[in-house]
């Protein structure tokens, strides 16, 4: 079974992401890289072998703390299924920007790491557009529609990973549990 979404992306909102920056840098045993942006100052590492990473940036809100993200194949889409199941757009959709200054060398690495997503790329100017989403409970969910250039670092789009047999049925049998637990409480 493939999800729907895919998680891409822890970030944390921080005033000071400098600091933030330096305390996951000790917690994780790795150094962050700065994001190729002109816009903010933001901090990325890999912290998983699936392709998530942890970013560390200033915040798009003042609730803003931790927010996952997840990479979806059409962001307005995705948008649209959100706020009509009760969701509510608190930034975004917005481009992830790649600086100008950096451009040739951040090609010429995708290029090299993943050559057949970056082969028919023509949009280079981007890793894609994001949006952040309140759920109905106010929590925070972070869609992002990644360039194909970049979708082989995070597991995304046609590298997406099915779960594995033994996890859907661990989930289905966990369904039924959950079910017959729930109907002897009485169904609350």
């Known amino acids: 079974m493939k999800l729907k979404k895919k998680l891409v992306l822890i970030s944390i909102a921080a005033d000071r992401p400098d600091n933030v920056s330096k305390f996951y840098e000790t917690f994780f045993g790795l150094s962050f890289a700065e994001a190729l942006t002109d816009q903010q100052v933001t901090y990325h590492a890999t912290i998983d072998e699936n392709g998530i990473d942890l970013t560390i940036g200033p915040k798009h809100n003042p ?11 059409n962001l307005n889409a995705a948008i649209t299924e959100a706020t009509t199941a009760g969701g509510k757009v608190l930034w975004g959709p917005a481009p992830l920007p790649i600086a100008p200054a950096e451009r040739d060398e951040y090609k010429a690495l995708a290029q090299k790491f993943y050559p057949d997503d970056a082969k028919n790329a023509t949009d280079w100017d981007t890793i894609g557009q994001a949006a952040l989403i309140a759920d109905p409970a106010g929590n925070g969910v972070g869609l992002v529609q990644l360039a194909q250039h970049v979708q082989g670092r995070f597991n995304a789009g046609k590298h997406q990973r099915a779960l594995s047999s033994v996890q859907v049925s661990v989930h289905d049998a966990s369904v039924a549990l959950g079910a017959k637990h729930k109907a002897r409480r009485g169904g609350h």
């Not at 803003?64 to 979806?72: D, K």
């Open 63 to 73: 609730q803003e703390t931790v927010v996952a993200y997840y990479a979806v194949d």
